[in-house]
């Protein structure tokens, strides 16, 4: 776990290195400290103000170098642990990007975006607290042991006595804390769940006048969350009291047996201020202590957040992009060759089933059936947004596996169910599809999509700016915009999953005849639930319950009176026939 999170410090190796350097100056200053100031009360009984003024210089000189310390230190840390987390953050974030399908759905989105924000805000707190604190204590207490045994052995055994009982208590409570802070961060994923699923479907709230009962959700996933923390605080909060208990009965018996001393001895064997530092390394002692366990409640907290974003850069997808793979796709055509596939192994039934297709290159397919299916799981297979179960998928007579995944995918045009547009203009959404796609390009394949009409009525046109999801805009104008942004990759295989079914029969036709004029060489998959968008396919695919049922044109389909002439039948007559 170490070793993976270390290799985010990068550049930031330095600054990390500095940050200790400048604490050890600064706890060397502050342990020296005291001793200074015993001089000085002593220098204090005598009538010449030459040696009182002689350490008050010293004293302030080492003040401010250990103030200038304390402050590099800090601010070499801050620099340290914030590009720290930032390099982290990016990791998790670019192996994200790299995970399939199936990966994210086995982590799930919620649990992915607790780990990026809150895991990597405790692993960097708990970083920053490493370089500083943690190099800070075990110095102080150090220092602070051997130079108050050089003052007085007796005295310093009060304190040294005192440490395995404080140690004791403090850090019982962090292993109590420990298995608390596991559940808290399985409760922070259910509660990210909730709002993540709430913001994308605020529409449907409160269109059903659902918000009592989403309110009612979010309570009882906040009001777990804060009832597992408050034990948590509660039993962290017995830190401080216990630790000022035994600090004030140390001061309390250090000083009446050092008073008890300097006056039987005549302040030969103790002065009043080697007793004042006595005092000082105590309490710097104890709050060592204080300071060290804090350290471990923290990291108690990061090793399970550290758990988890390891758990993530160290995942192995199995969909990854053979070495040396194939980055020329020639043509269009797709075979499937006796493909099943199942999203989990726990899953006992597949989601297809002995699926056999030839499609040629240019081809025009539909593939109809009803929910549940499995049509979008057939078509994700074509660009390796899952890998097969079994069986095998080709792209140009090559084994999609076979494929470098950037080539393949650059090759696969694919507007999925689920349209999506982002924060930006309309000119930045479309060269998604094109990075440098020039403005007639840009009106080009709008034209195709049927789309340039609608964007040439707003105010700024192709600069019209997009909300977050595209909510300025209506779901088949959004369709529209997502068709033309695949139409820009000028793609050998156009995938559309039911991306027209927002628009009007008119528009649906003007589209498809558009695409069948202007790239005729491109192979066409229109998943579609009306069969008026698969009238012109060369071959409709039809799918029951992960199988092939049905196959062949539209007119083959409609004489063999299955599933689609049914269908057909209730969306042109409004009736089946007897």
């Known amino acids: 776990m170490i070793k993976t999170l270390m290799k985010s410090i990068r550049e930031y190796k330095k600054a990390s290195i500095l940050t200790p350097l400048y604490i050890t100056l600064e706890i060397i200053l502050e342990c020296l400290l005291p001793l200074v100031m015993a001089s000085l009360i002593d220098k204090m009984t005598g009538s010449s103000m030459t040696p009182i003024i002689r350490y008050g210089v010293i004293l302030i000189i080492m003040a401010m170098l250990s103030l200038l310390f304390g402050y590099m230190s800090g601010r070499i840390g801050a620099t340290a642990s914030c ?8 990791d998790v974030f670019y192996k994200i990007q790299n995970f399939s399908f199936a990966d994210i759905d086995n982590f799930s989105a919620a649990s992915l975006v607790t780990r990026m924000t809150t895991d990597v805000t405790n692993v960097q707190n708990a970083y920053q607290m490493i370089i500083r604190i943690a190099v800070r204590t075990p110095l102080m207490l150090i220092f602070s042991v051997i130079i108050s045994l050089t003052i007085s052995v007796k005295m310093s055994l009060i304190f040294l006595i005192m440490i395995p009982f404080v140690a004791a208590a403090l850090f019982s409570i962090v292993f109590t804390v420990f298995p608390i802070f596991k559940r808290i961060f399985k409760k922070y994923d259910a509660m990210n769940n909730s709002v993540q699923e709430n913001i994308q479907g605020i529409r449907v709230v409160k269109s059903f006048v659902r918000k009592d009962y989403e309110q009612e959700k979010f309570h009882n996933s906040t009001a777990e969350l804060c009832k597992e923390f408050t034990i948590a605080e509660r039993i962290i909060a017995l830190n401080n009291p216990i630790l000022m208990f035994c600090i004030s009965l140390a001061i309390f018996l250090v000083s009446l047996i050092g008073a008890k001393t300097i006056i039987n001895s005549g302040a030969t064997e103790l002065t009043t201020g080697q007793l004042s530092s006595l005092i000082t390394y105590g309490v710097q002692i104890l709050s060592s202590l204080m300071m060290l366990s804090m350290v471990f409640v923290i990291c108690s907290m990061a090793t399970e957040s550290a758990n988890r974003i390891c758990e993530v850069l160290s995942y192995e997808s199995n969909l990854t992009s053979p070495n040396n793979g194939v980055t020329e796709v020639k043509n269009g055509s797709i075979q499937f060759e006796n493909v099943s596939f199942s999203y989990s192994k726990k899953n006992k039934k597949p989601a297809l089933t002995n699926i056999n297709l030839d499609i040629k290159s240019g081809q025009t397919i539909g593939i109809f059936g009803g929910t549940g299916s499995s049509k979008t799981s057939l ?21 999609v596996r076979d494929y470098d995944l950037e080539s393949l995918r650059d090759e696969v045009a694919v507007v999925l169910q689920k349209n999506i547009l982002f924060s930006g203009t309309i000119k930045e959404n479309l060269r998604w599809g094109k990075k440098d796609a020039t403005d007639e390009e840009l009106v080009r394949v709008c ?17 019209t700016y997009i909300e977050q999801g595209g909510t300025n805009v209506s779901g088949g104008q959004k369709q529209r915009l997502c068709i033309a942004r695949a139409l820009l990759k000028k793609p050998k295989i156009l995938i559309l999953d039911d991306s027209t079914s927002a628009v009007d029969t008119k528009t649906d036709a003007m589209i498809r005849k558009a695409l069948r004029e202007e790239i005729p060489e491109t192979t066409k998959i229109i998943i579609a639930q009306r069969t008026s968008s698969l009238e012109d396919a060369d071959q409709i695919i039809v799918l029951d319950g992960g199988g092939i049922t049905e196959q062949g044109t539209h007119n083959e389909l409609l004489s063999n009176k299955g599933i689609y002439y049914e269908v057909y039948q209730s969306q042109t007559n409004g009736k089946k026939e007897d």
Do not use: H, M
Request: no cysteine; charged share 30%; net charge negative.
């Open 83 to 90: 590009g720290f987390a930032k390099n982290l953050r990016q």
């Open 379 to 399: 078509i994700q297979l074509i660009s390796r947004l899952y890998d097969v179960t079994e069986g095998k998928v080709t792209v140009s007579g090559i084994d």
């Open 447 to 463: 034209k195709l999509a049927q789309a340039d009409e609608f964007v040439e009525q707003f105010p700024d046109k192709y600069d």
